[in-house]
């Protein structure tokens, strides 16, 4: 699935992680994402440049902006 147009080629620009929700989460050249696992529907959650994502016990989606670490909650 295409997500962005085109990667940079950087090293680990990229993760995904499935969600206690049931969505496919993920965060690729800075831009944070869902797809609905079912019908494969790509949806953008936030303009906050994102990387390094993880979904914590509680459910959130945690990622980090640079030095910030921020939160999404599905």
Not at 1 to 10: A, D, E, L, Q
Not at 26 to 39: C, D, I, M, P, Y
């Amino acid at each position: 699935m295409k997500v962005v147009p085109n990667t940079s080629g950087r090293f680990r620009n990229g993760s995904l992680a499935v969600g206690k929700d049931g969505y496919i989460y993920g965060a690729v050249e800075k831009k944070l994402f869902r797809v609905q696992s079912k019908t494969m529907k790509l949806e953008f959650l936030t303009k906050v440049p994102a990387e390094d994502l993880a979904i914590g016990e509680d459910g959130r989606i945690y990622f980090s902006e640079h030095a910030n670490l921020w939160t999404y909650q599905p």
